[in-house]
């Protein structure tokens, strides 16, 4: 990528994070819910997660969104659930470029991998999905870094979906539940 594409990209995100910010501030969020509608909400919080998760750097975008469309009235659970089936198909797309990427990448970092991929495996059967789930579920950073980890290392997707989709749905509903302001930190 040439460096005026790179910039290209980095200013595109700003300026679509300061529109996103400056639409909050003048709309509120149960007018947007109400003009996009609460099924239509659903589906549009699916694909921002599905999209967020396919990619490390817009995983922001799915966290403002879900916290929007909480603040608009949409049930939590549902909202949540919705949310975190969209974040690990996205995951799992993720996932799926790290496989494809391996061959290409692998001689690079083999040392690297190699040595994660033998850690892990060293650990006992259920710390792998525990870890899975602790960082999906509790870490507010993109999973993009720790599925790609997964993927180079050779283990398999099957393996880490379902504490991916827990931690996942644990997270959007934490997430939800801070903009209600029934927890706080």
Avoid: C
Avoid at 1 to 11: G, V
Avoid at 43 to 61: K, N
Avoid at 113 to 137: C, H, M, N
Avoid at 156 to 169: A, D, H, T
């Amino acid at each position: 990528m040439t460096n005026r594409s790179e910039k290209t990209i980095i200013l595109s995100f700003i300026l679509a994070v300061l529109a996103w910010s400056v639409l909050l501030y003048f709309i509120k969020p149960a007018e947007i819910v109400n003009f996009i509608g609460i099924s239509n909400s659903y589906l549009a919080i699916f694909l921002i997660a599905l999209l967020g998760g396919a990619s490390t750097f817009t995983t922001t975008t799915t966290y403002a969104a879900v916290i929007t469309l909480a603040l608009g009235g949409l049930n939590i659970f549902s909202l949540s659930l919705v949310a975190g089936v969209g974040a690990t198909l996205g995951d799992g797309i993720f996932f799926y470029f790290g496989l494809v990427g391996r061959q290409y990448v692998y001689g690079h970092l083999e040392a690297i991998i190699k040595r994660i991929a033998l850690w892990l495996r060293q650990r006992s059967e259920w710390f792998l999905p525990l870890a899975v789930y602790i960082y999906s579920g509790f870490a507010p950073t993109p999973n993009g870094i720790m599925i790609l980890t997964l993927a180079l290392s050779g283990y398999r997707y099957k393996k880490i979906f379902l504490p991916n989709l827990l931690g996942n749905v644990t997270f959007m509903l934490l997430l939800s539940l801070f903009a209600k302001g029934v927890i706080r930190f």
